[in-house]
């Protein structure tokens, strides 16, 4: 029985009141022996032509000078939309809904271009606090709001992907615990309902697997 509104985001269990839902993250990998078969599906052939995509979308981004760097960000992108797509199914927890997921997948990846950014490109790094063409007068206005703006790019990550995960679930929940004192004429126009907010969230999961993908490999291009 659902406690309260929020009782679907909580990571502990049943069994002996151990966070155990966190294992609901590694679910995704379950996919990845279909991808060896001899004969591939046809799932495993569109998740190719996806991947495929989406390494010629981050090499342009990045510049074919840094080999190998678009396997990071797809397999990024992989983990955040299997997780996403899997807390879409009934009593599956959705890590990504938590700002202990979320983060822990921005923060790391912001310091290490910062450090990268930084420790070799130091002049680069510099001229990105001012832009071209900035008057003198503003320029210590436009260094602190490029600092503040980069600061706290791992936060907008973070919670950008979380607040979507939240809001859809939360929605989905509100508009299902009001069936049991409806008529069965408003049951089924909340069915249908149910079902369109479900495709709804479906396109979001991809979308937002997307953009943080996205603005990580922009983030990372920009020290470069």
Known sequence: MMTNLFSVFDPTSSVLMLPLNWMSTFLGMMFLPMLYWAMPSRW???WTLITSTLHKEFKTLLGSSHFGTTLMFVSLFS???????????PYVFTSTSHLT?????ALPLWVAFMMFGWI??????FAHLVPQGTPGALMPFMVLIETIS??????????????NMIAGHLLLT????????LSATLISMLIIGQILLL?????????????FAVLSTLYASEVT
Request: charged fraction near 5%; charge should be positive; aromatic fraction near 4%.
């Open 174 to 181: 509100l508009l299902g615990s009001t069936g049991p004192s």
């Open 199 to 211: 495709i709804l969230e479906a396109a979001v999961a991809v979308i937002q697997s997307y953009v």
């Open 44 to 46: 495993s052939l569109l």
């Open 120 to 125: 070799n490109h130091t002049q680069h790094m």
């Open 150 to 163: 980069n600061v706290i790019r791992p936060g907008t990550l973070a919670v950008r992907l979380a607040a």
């Open 79 to 89: 983990l955040i939309v299997f997780n996403n797509f899997l807390g879409l199914l």
């Open 101 to 105: 997921m979320t983060l822990a997948l």
